[in-house]
C-alpha cells in the first residue's frame, strides 16, 4: 500500500509510522497513533470532526481510521452514531450525533442491513414489487439528501452488490434483479454528488479492487463485522483518501522533465528518430503517460516542462512527432536550458505567481528528485525509477491532483495551518554544491584498456551535448591509438549514494615529438552533466602528461548540440589561440592548476 | 518474543491496561476493558498475528487468557517456553 505523508514530516518520523502500514496490526497501528499525537501540534493539522452512521459495526476499526486520517494531516476525533439510526441522526437538529458538530459526515450502509427482505426473498417477488423495492430504496436516498441541511459534507457510500448475489446466472439476467437494484440505487447517489454537501464514498469501488477476500464472513456473522482486518487500514485508507481533498488543498503544478519521462530516450543523444513514443514497448509506457499528463491538465493542473536541454531540441521533438498526445501549447511552461532544475522551479514559480508548495515534480532521475526535495523542500516530488512502468503508476495513483469536481469548490480546510511551522529550517540557503557534496559523489579515472573498448566507441558515436570535438572514431581508428605509445586515453567512471553510473566520460590526447599535448577528444555522458566530473578527467589527463610536457593544445568545434561546453576550456585556463569557423583552439603552458571540486573524491 | 508475551502485549494494546495488569487468569470477569468489541479486536488480531482461524465454536470460548492460550495451543501454537 503506498502511502502519502505529509510533507512537512521528516523521514525518521515517516519511518516510526511506516511500520503499522507494513505490519498492518493494531499494536503497530496504536504505536504509531501515539506517536503521531506526541508531534509538534502544528504539524498534525487541523481538527476535524468524523461522524461514522452506519449500518453495521465499524467500531472496532477506530484506530485504523484515525491513523488513516491523521496522516492526511489532521487530528481527527471519529464518533458513531447508533446502529441503523440514519435519518435521525442527521435530520434532527437536535440529535446527539449532530450536537457533536461533525465536520465530515459518513453515510455507511449495506443493502443487506437496510433492506434484508429484498436481499433474501427477491426470488418470490414480481417484477412490479421489484421495482416497487428499487425505487423505495431510491426514494429514500433523496428524502435522505433532500432533508439534509447542515454545513458538514456528507459522504454516501454506494452499495456492493452482497455476497450471496456474487456469480449467480439468473440474476445476472434480470432487471430489477439484486445486482439491476445495487447500480441503480448506485446511480441515483452519484446523482447526488457535490449538490448539498454530497460526496461519494465508493465503496463499491474499493470492494471490486480489493475482492471479496476483503469480506470476513465469519466475523460479519457473529459480530456483523464484515470487513477483514486485513483490510482495515486499505478500508480505512480508502475513507481517508475520499476526505482528503477537503482538508488540503490539491497541487497547481505539475514539473515535468522530458528526456526518458515523457518520452523514451534523450533527444540530444538519441536523436529525433529514435524517441520512444509510439505503440511498441516501451513506447507505449511513454504514450499513456502523455495521455495521463493530458487528462490532469484537462481537470485544471498546470503543466510545466524542466528538462537538461537544448531548448531548439525540445521543439524539434513536437514538431517531428506531431502525433504525441501533448503539444508544445499544453504546457503553461518551458525550460529548456542547462541550469539546476530547482532554479528553474523557483523561475517558473515567480511566472505563474503560485508558492513552491503548489508543485509535484516528476523526473525519472533519482539524482534530480534528491536535488529538488533537498533545495525545495515545499516541492512534492513523486518517488519514481527510471522503468516508465513506475513513472506512469506513480502518477496515476497519486492523490496530490485528487479533487471533487473540475470547478473551485468549498473547503472546510482550517486556512494557514502550515503558517504555524516553523520554516527558517526550510528557507535555510541550499546551494547546487551543498547537494553535490551530499551525494558522496566519486570518480575514478582509468587508462582505457581492450575491455573498455566497446564502451568508448558508444560514448564517441552517441555525446553530442558534452563533446568538444565529436570526432565519432570508428573501432579500426581505436584499436590503432591503443596500441600507439603516442596516445593517451583515459577513462572516467562514476559513481555517487544513488548508485553506479558506470563509464561516463572520455578523454583521448596524443604527445608529439616536441613534448606538445594535443587533445583529440574530451567527452562526457549527459548523464553525468552538472556534477562537475569533467574537471576530475582534466586533472587526470595533466596529472599523466604533465612531467613529460610543457604545452598542451585543445580545440572547440561547435556544433547544433554542444553549446554547454562552449567555455569548458576557458573554465580550467587556457587561453584562446584562434577562432574560426565554429572552431576556437586553445593552448596552455604548464604547469595547471588542479581544478577537480572538493565534493568529488578521486580515485586513479 | 514468546507466544505469551505475543498474546499478553496484543491484549495490553486492546484492553488499554498495562502490560504488567495481565496474566493467565485474565478474564472478561476482571478486565474491564474486555468488551464484545474487544473481543472482535482480540479474535482478528491473533487471527492476523498467528495466521489461523478461530472457528466459531472457539470464538465462544475466548473469555479469559487462560482460554485463549489452551485454544491456540489446540492450534499448534506453542506455548512450551512460556
Wanted: glycine share 4%; net charge negative.
Amino acid at each position: 500500500m503506498k502511502v502519502e505523508y505529509p510533507i512537512f514530516w521528516n523521514q525518521n518520523q515517516i519511518d516510526r509510522i511506516e511500520s503499522a502500514y507494513k505490519e498492518n496490526s493494531l499494536i503497530k497501528v496504536k504505536e504509531a497513533l501515539e506517536f503521531i499525537r506526541s508531534l509538534p501540534a502544528a504539524i498534525q493539522g487541523p481538527d476535524i470532526n468524523i461522524g461514522i452512521l452506519r449500518t453495521f459495526t465499524l467500531e472496532t476499526m477506530i484506530d485504523y481510521l484515525q491513523l488513516s486520517f491523521s496522516i492526511i494531516p489532521c487530528k481527527p476525533n471519529i464518533f458513531f452514531g447508533d446502529f441503523d439510526n440514519i435519518e435521525q441522526s442527521i435530520l434532527d437538529k437536535d440529535s446527539y450525533f449532530l450536537r457533536q458538530k461533525p465536520n465530515l459526515i459518513f453515510i455507511i450502509w449495506r443493502l443487506e442491513d437496510i433492506h434484508p427482505n429484498l436481499v433474501w426473498d427477491i426470488d418470490s417477488m414480481s417484477l412490479s414489487q421489484r421495482i416497487y423495492e428499487c425505487e423505495q430504496l431510491i426514494e429514500r436516498v433523496g428524502l435522505l439528501i433532500s432533508g439534509y441541511s447542515e454545513n458538514a459534507s456528507l459522504f454516501m457510500a454506494t452499495f456492493s452488490v452482497p455476497s450471496r448475489w456474487l456469480g449467480v446466472v439468473h440474476d445476472q439476467n434480470r432487471t430489477y434483479g439484486i445486482i439491476d437494484i445495487v447500480s441503480r440505487v448506485n446511480q441515483s447517489i452519484r446523482s447526488y454528488a457535490d449538490k448539498k454537501k454530497v460526496k461519494i464514498l465508493d465503496l463499491e469501488q474499493w470492494l471490486s479492487a480489493t475482492g471479496q477476500c476483503a469480506i470476513d464472513q465469519k466475523m460479519d456473522l457473529f459480530a456483523k463485522s464484515p470487513i477483514s482486518s486485513k483490510y482495515a487500514l486499505s478500508f480505512s485508507n480508502f475513507c481517508s483518501k475520499t476526505a482528503k481533498p477537503l482538508i488540503l488543498p490539491r497541487y497547481k503544478v505539475l514539473a515535468v522533465d522530458l528526456d526518458n519521462t515523457i518520452w523514451g530516450g534523450v533527444v540530444g543523444e538519441d536523436g529525433l528518430e529514435d524517441l520512444q513514443i509510439n505503440d511498441n514497448y516501451p513506447g507505449s509506457v511513454y504514450l499513456q503517460i502523455q495521455r495521463l499528463i493530458l487528462s490532469l491538465k484537462h481537470t485544471g493542473v498546470m503543466i510545466v516542462a524542466i528538462s537538461k536541454n537544448n531548448l531548439s531540441d525540445v521543439n524539434l521533438v513536437f514538431e517531428h512527432h506531431h502525433n504525441m498526445p501533448l503539444k508544445l501549447e499544453d504546457f503553461t511552461s518551458i525550460r529548456a536550458n542547462w541550469k539546476e532544475k530547482h532554479e528553474n522551479i523557483i523561475s517558473i514559480a515567480k511566472e505563474l505567481n503560485v508558492g513552491m508548495d503548489s508543485f509535484v515534480f516528476l523526473d525519472d532521475q533519482k539524482f534530480e528528485q534528491a536535488q529538488v526535495s533537498q533545495a525545495l523542500p515545499e516541492v512534492r516530488v513523486l518517488s519514481v525509477n527510471s522503468d516508465p512502468l513506475s513513472i506512469y503508476n506513480s502518477l496515476r495513483s497519486t492523490s496530490f491532483f485528487d479533487t471533487y469536481a473540475i470547478v473551485e469548490e468549498d473547503k472546510v480546510r482550517i486556512r494557514d495551518y502550515k503558517s504555524q511551522i516553523d520554516r527558517n529550517k526550510l528557507k535555510k540557503k541550499y546551494t547546487t554544491e551543498d547537494f553535490l557534496r551530499n551525494l558522496e559523489l566519486c570518480a575514478s579515472i582509468r587508462h582505457l584498456n581492450r575491455g573498455m573498448l566497446p564502451r568508448a566507441i558508444q560514448l564517441l558515436s552517441k555525446t553530442n551535448q558534452f563533446n568538444l570535438t565529436t570526432k565519432r572514431h570508428n573501432q579500426e581508428t581505436l584499436n590503432n591509438m591503443l596500441i600507439d605509445s603516442s596516445y593517451i586515453l583515459l577513462m572516467l567512471s562514476l559513481s555517487d549514494r544513488f548508485g553506479d553510473q558506470g563509464e561516463v566520460g572520455l578523454c583521448i590526447a596524443t604527445i608529439d615529438s616536441k613534448q606538445e599535448v594535443s587533445i583529440d577528444s574530451f567527452l562526457l555522458s549527459c548523464r553525468a552533466i552538472g556534477r562537475g566530473a569533467e574537471y576530475a578527467l582534466w586533472d587526470a589527463l595533466i596529472k599523466s602528461v604533465e612531467e613529460t610536457s610543457c604545452t598542451i593544445k585543445a580545440e572547440y568545434i561547435a556544433t547544433l548540440k554542444n553549446t554547454v561546453t562552449a567555455d569548458f576550456y576557458t573554465t580550467v585556463g587556457m587561453k584562446v589561440e584562434s577562432r574560426e569557423g565554429g572552431i576556437v583552439k586553445y593552448s596552455m603552458a604548464m604547469p595547471a592548476n588542479t581544478k577537480t571540486p572538493d565534493w568529488i573524491n578521486v580515485k586513479t | 518474543m514468546s507466544n505469551l508475551n505475543i498474546l499478553i502485549n496484543l491484549s495490553s494494546s486492546i484492553f488499554e491496561i498495562p502490560v504488567s495488569d495481565i496474566d493467565i487468569e485474565s478474564s472478561q470477569d476482571n478486565i474491564k476493558g474486555w468488551d464484545s468489541l474487544a473481543t472482535i479486536k482480540l479474535i482478528t488480531e491473533l487471527e492476523k498475528e498467528f495466521s489461523i482461524q478461530f472457528d466459531i465454536m472457539e470464538i465462544v470460548e475466548l473469555t479469559s487468557i487462560g482460554k485463549v492460550v489452551d485454544i491456540l495451543k489446540n492450534k499448534g501454537i506453542d506455548f512450551n517456553d512460556s
